[in-house]
């Protein structure tokens, strides 16, 4: 194979894109088009920022894919993988062996769970990503109601544009369309409400604090319609990530929670972005005050750095599974992985000593929803908001009706492109362009996306007009 890092450290990207057209298969990804532009060879970061092969600085306001909480370059995480690979690299966790860091990182989780009402997370089940952790989600719930003997309860609730990963299961919890057209999904027994988008599904004169609690009775709804004895759980984000940063309204969680002891269904919250820190908090659910049974998490719980995911199991849950269960016939090799474990000690430590989850609360977060209150004057904002270190703007065609664009001009993907023209890493969803920095980033460099952003939507609606596009 050709060298594709020549010994002055440049990088022959032609060769890069060759090899990776040629053997590489992307996830998410369009083979022809990508094919046809070449991949962008991302080299190197830190801090905030990404390298490409081509010398290009970017700030990465998405965090990777939302998960580089930490930032990057983080030597102590560097560290903590070198130290634990020479110490022991693997070993698993089946038959009644164990590793310390799996249990320090267990006992460490538990503790920055807080306790609502009584109900406490003190039990953890792990496996390496988002996805995997959702499909034990499904296997968990619906052995918690067989073994209560209740195994008609096999319905679980999603919602649609909520994702809650790409594994059989985890494409059939999430509710994006496009991924259910693939395969045959959803797999049996799962079902979807509309999700919580003021802006699309609000009616008129509706205030956000009415809507939010007429979309989770939607939940209601849908639980009357299953039949309340056959429903086993309801699944959500906190806020929607991938679909685009949906901010339910405050009303939405109460109402959600109200419903889910009615019926007495177990409430499982998709944190795999939202907690450690993305908004404000270790879990989401303490900021929107509703109490899971169950927790998704991976991402942000080692920043990126290594795979590692899980569920936080609720006392509720723990107490039938480990206590009548039996054995639990699930697991995975790398469940306890104890590199992905140290790692993930290593990078709550540090988010600890340098407060990150406090300064997003207290203080980066309300400067970043400041400055982006600034971005509603501009002729393409319809919305711009954030909760936390997440935020989303919605470009439209005309303000004052709030007009969308019309599919065909793309709009998300023009603005995408000027993004990455000027060094600025944002994603598109549809014409919502949505960020997710990485919770080291100070206000300084707040000030710096802001101007970044706003380079870029300048420079999006010059070339709408000049296209005759608005
Ligand atoms: N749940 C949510 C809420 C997510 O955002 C994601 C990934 N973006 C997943 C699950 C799936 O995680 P993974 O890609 O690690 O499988």
């Given at each position: 194979?050709?060298?594709?890092?020549?010994?002055?450290?440049?990088?022959?990207?032609?060769?890069?894109?060759?090899?990776?057209?040629?053997?590489?298969?992307?996830?998410?990804t369009?083979?022809?088009?990508?094919?046809?532009?070449?991949a962008?060879?991302?080299?190197?970061?830190?801090?905030?920022?990404?390298?490409?092969?081509?010398?290009?600085?970017?700030?990465?306001?998405?965090?990777?894919?939302?998960?580089?909480?930490?930032?990057?370059?983080?030597?102590?995480?560097?560290?903590?993988?070198?130290?634990?690979?020479?110490?022991?690299?693997?070993?698993?966790?089946?038959?009644?062996?164990?590793?310390?860091?799996?249990?320090?990182?267990?006992?460490k989780?538990?503790?920055?769970?807080?306790?609502?009402?009584?109900?406490?997370?003190?039990?953890?089940?792990?496996?390496?990503?988002?996805?995997?952790?959702?499909?034990?989600?499904?296997?968990?719930?619906?052995?918690?109601?067989?073994?209560?003997?209740?195994?008609?309860?096999?319905?679980?609730?999603?919602?649609?544009?909520?994702?809650?990963?790409s594994?059989?299961?985890?494409?059939?919890?999430?509710?994006?369309?496009?991924?259910?057209?693939?395969?045959?999904?959803?797999?049996?027994?799962?079902?979807?409400?509309?999700?919580?988008?003021?802006?699309?599904?609000?009616?008129?004169?509706?205030?956000?604090?009415?809507?939010?609690?007429?979309?989770?009775?939607?939940?209601?709804?849908?639980?009357?319609?299953?039949?309340?004895?056959?429903?086993?759980?309801?699944?959500?984000?906190?806020?929607?990530?991938?679909?685009?940063?949906?901010?339910?309204?405050?009303?939405?969680?109460?109402?959600?929670?109200?419903?889910?002891?009615?019926?007495?269904?177990?409430?499982?919250s998709?944190?795999?972005?939202?907690?450690?820190?993305?908004?404000?908090?270790?879990?989401?659910?303490?900021?929107?005050?509703?109490?899971?049974?169950?927790?998704?998490?991976?991402?942000?719980?080692?920043?990126?750095?290594?795979?590692?995911?899980?569920?936080?199991?609720?006392?509720?849950?723990?107490?039938?599974?480990?206590?009548?269960?039996?054995?639990?016939?699930?697991?995975?090799?790398?469940?306890?992985?104890?590199?992905?474990?140290?790692?993930?000690?290593a990078?709550?430590?540090?988010?600890?000593?340098?407060?990150?989850?406090e300064?997003?609360?207290?203080?980066?977060?309300?400067?970043l929803?400041?400055?982006?209150?600034?971005?509603?004057?501009?002729?393409?904002?319809?919305?711009?908001?954030?909760c936390?270190?997440?935020?989303?703007?919605?470009?439209?065609?005309?303000?004052?009706?709030?007009?969308?664009?019309?599919?065909?001009?793309?709009?998300?993907?023009?603005?995408?492109?000027?993004?990455?023209k000027?060094?600025?890493?944002?994603?598109?969803?549809?014409?919502?362009?949505?960020i997710?920095?990485?919770?080291?980033?100070?206000?300084?460099?707040?000030?710096?996306?802001?101007?970044?952003?706003?380079?870029?939507?300048?420079?999006?609606?010059?070339?709408?007009?000049?296209?005759?596009?608005?």
């Amino acid at each position: 194979p050709p060298a594709l890092v020549q010994r002055d450290q440049k990088h022959d990207t032609a060769a890069v894109q060759t090899l990776d057209s040629a053997h590489f298969i992307h996830p998410f990804t369009d083979h022809a088009d990508l094919a046809a532009q070449g991949a962008k060879v991302i080299v190197k970061a830190d801090n905030i920022h990404v390298f490409d092969s081509e010398g290009h600085k970017m700030l990465d306001a998405m965090s990777g894919l939302w998960c580089v909480n930490a930032g990057y370059a983080r030597k102590e995480l560097a560290d903590a993988a070198y130290q634990q690979m020479m110490t022991l690299p693997f070993y698993n966790n089946f038959f009644n062996t164990t590793n310390v860091p799996a249990v320090r990182l267990a006992a460490k989780l538990a503790s920055l769970a807080p306790e609502v009402d009584g109900r406490s997370f003190r039990h953890v089940f792990y496996s390496s990503s988002g996805s995997e952790s959702n499909d034990t989600n499904v296997r968990m719930v619906r052995r918690y109601w067989d073994l209560l003997g209740q195994p008609q309860r096999k319905v679980i609730i999603g919602r649609l544009n909520g994702y809650h990963g790409s594994t059989m299961a985890g494409a059939s919890l999430g509710g994006m369309s496009g991924m259910h057209a693939q395969g045959d999904l959803p797999i049996p027994d799962i079902q979807h409400i509309e999700q919580p988008y003021f802006a699309e599904k609000a009616r008129a004169g509706e205030s956000a604090a009415e809507f939010g609690v007429r979309a989770a009775r939607w939940l209601e709804d849908k639980i009357l319609a299953v039949g309340p004895d056959r429903v086993a759980a309801f699944i959500g984000e906190p806020v929607q990530g991938a679909g685009g940063v949906i901010i339910p309204p405050d009303t939405y969680w109460p109402e959600i929670q109200r419903i889910v002891d009615k019926y007495g269904i177990l409430l499982i919250s998709d944190e795999v972005i939202c907690a450690f820190g993305r908004l404000g908090h270790w879990f989401a659910y303490e900021k929107f005050g509703y109490k899971p049974d169950l927790i998704t998490f991976a991402k942000g719980v080692t920043s990126g750095y290594v795979p590692l995911g899980g569920v936080m199991v609720g006392d509720r849950v723990a107490k039938v599974l480990i206590e009548q269960g039996g054995e639990f016939n699930h697991g995975y090799t790398y469940s306890g992985h104890p590199v992905a474990c140290a790692v993930a000690l290593a990078n709550i430590e540090l988010m600890e000593r340098e407060g990150l989850v406090e300064r997003v609360r207290n203080d980066t977060g309300p400067y970043l929803a400041e400055r982006f209150e600034e971005l509603q004057a501009h002729p393409l904002v319809g919305a711009a908001d954030t909760c936390g270190f997440v935020g989303g703007i919605t470009l439209v065609k005309n303000k004052a009706t709030m007009a969308a664009f019309d599919a065909d001009v793309g709009v998300g993907m023009i603005c995408r492109g000027h993004c990455f023209k000027n060094g600025l890493i944002m994603r598109a969803v549809g014409d919502r362009m949505i960020i997710a920095p990485p919770l080291v980033m100070t206000r300084a460099q707040v000030d710096e996306l802001m101007g970044l952003i706003k380079l870029c939507l300048d420079a999006t609606l010059d070339e709408l007009r000049s296209a005759g596009k608005l």
